[in-house]
């Protein structure tokens, strides 16, 4: 929390994005037989599995375990998150009339949620919550095109060719995200990150036209709930002046901008977090060792500076590397202060 606000702190906080999940044993066990959205809907499955991380590496922040897509399958839209593929629309929005079926999202649609966080924030003590959810762009990507996209063709279609559309889509998906997000504030998580993960995929010009002015809307409607909001998308080292203009107090940057590079891209009065490649953890350990201790090298040019990696974690990771990690990074930064 003092990272994200820009206050000194004995030693360089870590978590990692995915750091609950496929990665581990024990998540494997308690989502055997349980579909993704099931789990998204389970207060004591969130519980255990935001957990399990921390148990297990001494992060220095939990994540709320949840989707993207959870609140757009709270409202009724007709999705499912298939396994090795990802989210899938049954009938993507490509005009007016598929604007109905999104409604505002309340509190008590996602009720499982509140739950949740209450009882995490117990079990958390001084550990701070993440919650998140899906920005506008990338939840408006997968709702258009129907599933995963390479291009982004349907979608850039309706942003450059029937921009009122867009604009009214783009319009609902802010009011989903911002109730969402009010949610789980209410309910007792410290601080909130919105996902952009797919906004890579347009131009800056494209960007402050058609995707700035709904996620800044997001932020500034936060802003007076007290948490630290952290802005995340890949592929977006020519967004980041962009990103840092919408309003969170943390940019998140990925693996392909150095940090010291970032910070001047980043607008003055912003903490970064990142960026260690995840891949990386798959070299042997003394290549891990220098990778990371450059990130902290470089994260010191930063006014505040969160580790993470510059993505969430790969499947297939060995959870013992990322624990080794955490200590690397909270011994080694501790040391340089």
Not at 136 to 160: Q, R, V
Not at 173 to 188: E, H, N, P, R, S
């Amino acid at each position: 929390m003092r990272a994200c606000r820009r206050l000194p702190v004995p030693h360089t906080p870590v978590w990692y994005m995915r750091q609950a999940g496929r990665s581990l044993p024990e998540y494997l066990r308690v989502r055997e037989g349980v579909a993704m959205l099931e789990a998204c809907a389970r207060p004591d499955l969130i519980v255990e599995i935001t957990m399990q991380p921390v148990r297990r590496y001494g992060v220095d922040a939990a994540i709320f375990f949840s989707d993207i897509m959870v609140p757009l399958k709270a409202i009724g839209v007709d999705l499912d998150i298939k396994p090795g593929v990802g989210p899938v629309i049954a009938d993507p929005i490509r005009d007016a009339a598929g604007l109905n079926v999104l409604r505002p999202l309340t509190p008590d649609d996602v009720a499982y949620v509140t739950e949740a966080v209450g009882g995490l924030v117990g079990e958390l003590g001084a550990t701070p919550l993440i919650g998140f959810a899906g920005a506008p762009f990338t939840l408006a990507s997968y709702l258009i095109e129907g599933g995963p996209s390479k291009n982004h063709d349907h979608t850039k279609a309706m942003m450059y060719g029937r921009p009122e559309l867009w604009a009214r889509l783009m319009d609902r998906l802010a009011d989903i995200t911002l109730a969402f997000l009010k949610v789980q504030i209410a309910a007792g998580a410290s601080a909130v990150q919105l996902f952009d993960s797919w906004v890579g995929a347009v131009a800056p010009q494209d960007y402050r036209e058609s995707v700035l002015p709904f996620t800044s809307r997001i932020f500034r409607e936060l802003e007076g709930l007290g948490v630290p909001r952290i802005h995340f998308g890949v592929g977006t080292g020519e967004l980041l002046g962009l990103m840092g203009e919408a309003g969170a107090d943390v940019v998140g940057v990925d693996w392909r901008v150095p940090l010291d590079e970032a910070v001047h891209r980043v607008p003055p009065g912003k903490a970064l977090q990142g960026n260690l490649d995840p891949a990386l953890l798959f070299a042997p350990w003394e290549v891990v060792e220098r990778r990371a201790r450059d990130v902290l090298d470089r994260g010191r040019t930063a006014e505040g500076h969160v580790f993470n990696l510059g993505h969430g974690v790969l499947p297939s990771t060995n959870p013992d590397v990322l624990a080794r990690l955490t200590d690397f990074v909270h011994e080694t930064s501790a040391a340089g202060r």
